[in-house]
T-cell receptor, first 114, second 112 residues
């Protein structure tokens, strides 16, 4: 089955820790995205990648880092520099952006700071 | 500044009571408008894409329409399983990539 997987579903972080969220897709999409969702707010873009080995900051990239070594994978690291990391994190994939391409979302990872 | 506003924030309906959700947007140019459905604790599920004013799309009890300033998601004779948060997003012509700007969503509850 084609789709997007995210792991883990729930993640707990202690103060000062870095944690990595996994995102894998088998839809053969060029572009991948990371969003953050907070209650009462729209999804906000953290990072995006239009092609392997290239990625760009979104609107709220501070305290986060990513890599794109394979087309299928786009992991997100939440560093200790992110002061308020508790949120629902969503990974998406879609076309490369040359035209209007739908973004398809994974099931999400809920991160909680202890 | 590009902006998307959804209203109402929350809507409670009785089963069979039709209604509409609104998505107002301000963008310099619109490439596309997207509707998603999101169940609690899950990722958004794609519903529709609209590209130009006057366009309509339907899926089961849902119909999405688009004007130059807003989009409506009409729900006809809703059932309890239609309860979810509905998200609207616009893709502006500027930005250089497949940028989406999301509204905060409308939480719909349909009661039997």
């Amino acid at each position: 089955d084609g789709g997007i997987t995210q792991s883990p579903k729930y993640l707990f972080r202690k103060e000062g820790q870095n944690v990595t969220l996994s995102c894998e897709q088998n839809l053969n999409h060029d572009a991948m995205y990371w969003y953050r969702q907070d209650p009462g707010q729209g999804l906000r873009l953290i990072y995006y990648s239009q092609i392997v080995n290239d990625f760009q900051k979104g609107d709220i990239a501070e305290g986060y880092s990513v890599s794109r070594e394979k087309k299928e994978s786009f992991p997100l690291t939440v560093t200790s520099a992110q002061k308020n990391p508790t949120a629902f994190y969503l990974c998406a994939s879609g076309g490369s952006g040359a035209s209007t391409d739908t973004q398809y979302f994974g099931p999400g990872t809920r991160l909680t700071v202890l | 500044e590009d902006q998307v506003t959804q209203s109402p924030e929350a809507l409670r309906l009785q089963e069979g009571e039709s209604s509409s959700l609104n998505c107002s947007y301000t963008v310099s140019g619109l490439r596309g408008l997207f509707w998603y459905r999101q169940d609690p604790g899950k990722g958004p599920e794609f519903l529709f894409t609209l590209y130009s004013a006057g366009e309509e799309k339907e899926k089961e009890r849902l119909k999405a329409t688009l004007t130059k300033k807003e989009s409506f998601l009409h729900i006809t004779a809703p059932k309890p399983e239609d309860s979810a948060t509905y998200l609207c997003a616009v893709q502006p012509t500027s930005g250089g990539y497949n940028k989406l700007i999301f509204g905060a969503g409308t939480r719909l509850a349909v009661h039997p």
